[in-house]
């Protein structure tokens, strides 16, 4: 499996913040007990807000509410928009939501509960909810009983997550919503973003303006300039395909209103308080120039939102259990020495134990060139161009995932599901529908794998 059209999964330490995991047994994961080095690469993209590590399930009496109120346009918008707000728990950490139905339907980021846990008697993924409330002096208040919520449905490519509770929150028979802007924004209008930033308290808002629009990733600066460099011909066409194809492309927002880690998923409304976008990622330093680009924030246009609910869901999509670690770096390595990359390596730092792995065995990585072939080259290579069969990963989540057919799509995965890095939780791809259930099989073994020779090569290097 190509890790292009994964890759933005590598780096949700962004906006919804993440909880430190717990080191795994590295003989239930196969994940070996060695250290990424110097050499290893960073994965350079949009850092979406990550979610934070002050809450897991069950502590919502940790979450400390904003004391200050709000200023300028937010002090008019904030009394109808924050109660609409609410915290979004998975054991991992939180992020940000809001209501846009009366009978409990809100609206997040696919990367803030792609990780949450499923539940096989619900068919599902669950998450918690705390709401709060406003305070006689105008301040948002915890509402101490949080209640759970179901996914429903979810979009990686806009990074669009549709949740319902299940049930109303305690004395409320419906929930205040965010209602959609019915005009398109403008530049330059004032817009207002609310969230539980972890470097701040929940509720809190920032005030700023529209700064851009466009087209993730095509109008980007990088993009836009590079294209102009290019002279018309079949360079300039397949660049400008490659962009049109690009797995990641949706329609975004500007604003200079700063977020941060635990704010992903949460509303930027406009001054009569209606969504006019919903916050994902912030830029990430230049790591070549030391250039921070982090002035302004990325935003999901509400246009991409109201094509997302286009259609309404009747019953919880499982989503497709993601089965790569939750890495800053990575590292490919040639494990057995026959002159082919055959690992890729994921850890949070440079000279730590990786918190996963991925290997090829088949052998079709970077175009099946050797080692000694890629740097006789001179080209760069990133990690877009290894082939995975086979993945385990131990943060955030004890998970083995398989390509059993090898047809460049995982269609088996062994899940933790109740934290105790033990698999307990079989997803299978079947007809191209997720189905979920208790564990069946061994949660390690080659002839999971239908072809003999994987089975073989999978023996060589778990060995």
Known sequence: ????????????????????????????????????TDDALPFVDLLQLARTDVARMGTPTDLQATDEAARGVGQFVYPDVAPAVVVIQ?????????????????????????????????GGQITQITIGRLD???????????????????????DLALLKLLEMPPGMDEVPIIPFA???????????????????????????????????PRDQMDQILYLLSISSGPDRSQVEQALKNDPERKRVLLSTCGLNPGDSGGPLVNEDGELVAVSYAV??????????????????????????LSLWPDEPMLIAPNPLPAGMYYQVVDSDKD?????????????????????????????????????????????????????????????????????????????????DEIPETQLTLIDGVWEISKIQEEAVDPTHFEQTRLQARFKALSN
Request: hydrophobic share 35%; aromatic share 10%; with cysteine.
């Open 1 to 36: 499996m190509k890790l292009n059209s994964l890759i933005a999964l590598l780096t949700p330490l962004a906006l919804c913040a993440a909880a430190a995991a717990d080191e795994p047994s590295a003989a239930r994961t196969l994940i070996p007990e060695i250290e990424l």
């Open 90 to 122: 998975t054991y991992y950490g939180h992020g940000t939501g809001f209501f846009i139905r009366e009978d409990g339907w809100l609206l997040t980021n696919n990367h803030v509960v792609v990780d949450s846990d499923y539940d096989t008697d619900l």
């Open 136 to 158: 006689d002096e105008g301040w948002m208040q915890v509402v101490d009983r949080p209640v759970r919520a179901l996914v429903y449905k979810t979009d990686p490519r806009r």
């Open 182 to 216: 019915e005009k398109s924004p403008m530049p330059g209008i004032d817009c207002v973003a609310i969230g539980h930033p972890a470097t701040g308290t929940l509720w809190t808002l920032r005030s700023g303006e529209l700064a851009g629009a466009g087209i993730f």
């Open 283 to 308: 830029p990430t330093i230049d790591l070549d120039t030391g250039v921070d680009h982090g002035k302004f924030s990325f935003h999901i246009h509400v246009d991409e939102v109201e094509e997302f």
């Open 339 to 419: 002159g082919y990359y055959d690992t890729m390596l994921i850890g949070v730092e440079m000279n730590k134990p990786p918190v996963g792995v991925l290997l090829d065995l088949d052998g079709d990585s970077y175009n099946g060139m050797s080692v000694r072939e890629i740097e006789r080259s001179g080209k760069y290579f990133d990690e877009t161009g290894f082939d995975f069969e086979f993945a385990s990963s131990a943060y955030p989540k004890t998970r083995i995932s398989y390509d059993t057919d090898n047809d460049g799509n995982v269609d088996l995965v062994f899940s933790d599901e109740d934290h």
